[in-house]
C-alpha cells in the first residue's frame, strides 16, 4: 500500500509550491486541496473536479469535490433534472479537444456562443445560471482519463483574465500529478476489501477498515439514503465513486441486513495519438501511411533531421519504437 501522495519537483509558482505541501494518504483530502489551492490562486465562485467511469457502455457520474461560495450552482450542473449527470459529447474522450487537456481554457475566448449552446450541459445549466466564464481543464494521467476540473464565475459580464489563464496553466503539471496521485491511491485502497453490512435504516454495522476510508461524509450521505430508499422496495441504481457499488440484501437472525461491497471501477481511456501535437499527427499521419522521412520533408516543406526528431518524440509520447507500431494506432 502506497503510504501516501507527496508532490515532488515543479516549475515553481505559487500554486506549485503550495501543492508541494500537500501530504496525505486519503484520495479526497488531495483533491480538495488541489482545488481549494486553485480557488486562491484566481478568484472564482465555485471549482470542481469530478470523474467519470465507464460500464457496460454507459457512462456514470463517480465522484466529484467541490469547493467555493456557490456549491448550488455545480449541484445543478451535475444533476440538473434530479436524475443523472449532466454529461454529454464534450466531456467524453472520443470528443475532447485536444487544446481541453493540453492547458486550462477561459471557455467565453474559446467558444463562441453557437459552439456552447451546441452542448446540453451549456444550455440547460450553465447559460440560464448566468455562468459569466468557466476556466476548466480535462486532466490526463498517460492514456486514463482522470476527469474534469475546473472553476466558474457567475455573472453574464464575469470573465477570467488573460494572466489567471496563465497563472493556472503554469501550475497544470503540478494539478495532474497531485490528481493522478489520488487516483492511484484510490485504486489501490479499491483493491483491497471494501465491504460493508447496512441496516435498513442506513446506519453501518460493520466495514472493513478500507471501506470506511473510502467512504466521504457525502458518499455516506447518500449511501445511507439509497439502502433506505431499497428497504422500500425502490430500484437502487448503481453509485460510483471511483469504484462500483453492490447492493445485496440478506435475510438472518438479526433482521433485513444490506451486504454492500465496493468493487474498483475501470477509468475513462484516451487514445493515445490525441497526445499528439497537431503538427505531430500530421506527420505521424504520413509515417504510418509508409512515407519516407524524406518524402515528408519534402511535403511539408521541412528539413529532414526536424521530421527525423519529430517523429523520435512521437514515439516518446506515444511509448512505440517501430513504424509498424505507429501503423498498428492508425488502423
Known sequence: MNCGYTKMGATSSPLT?????????????????????????????????????????????????????????????????????????????????????????????????????????????????????????????????????GMFRRGRSERFRKDEEESLNLGLPAIRAALAAAESLEREQLDDELFAVVKPNGDIEHASKWFRRWLTPDLEDYLRRRIVATDRGEDLSLFHSGGKIRVVRLDGAKGVRYLVTVDRAELLQLDRLTWLTDRQREIAEFAAAGATTTEIADTLGLSQHTIKTHIKNIYTRLGISSRLELADLFE
Open 17 to 149: 509550491d503550495r501543492l508541494n505541501t500537500v501530504h496525505s494518504d486519503c484520495p479526497h483530502q488531495i483533491r480538495t486541496e488541489v482545488i481549494e489551492a486553485m480557488l486562491d490562486q484566481v478568484s472564482g465562485h465555485a471549482a470542481m473536479f469530478f470523474k467519470t467511469v465507464c460500464d457496460e457502455d454507459q457512462r456514470y457520474y463517480t465522484s466529484a469535490v467541490i469547493c467555493g461560495d456557490d456549491r448550488q450552482l455545480i449541484q445543478n450542473w451535475l444533476f440538473p433534472y434530479g436524475q443523472g449527470p449532466a454529461l454529454d459529447a464534450p466531456w467524453f474522450p472520443e470528443y475532447i479537444d485536444t487544446e481541453s487537456f493540453r492547458r486550462f481554457l477561459r471557455v467565453r475566448s474559446h467558444f463562441d456562443d453557437d459552439d456552447l449552446l451546441s452542448y446540453e450541459v451549456n444550455r440547460t445549466v450553465i447559460l440560464p445560471a448566468q455562468v459569466g466564464d468557466q476556466l476548466r481543464n480535462i486532466v490526463c494521467d498517460g492514456d486514463r482519463f482522470l476527469g474534469w476540473i
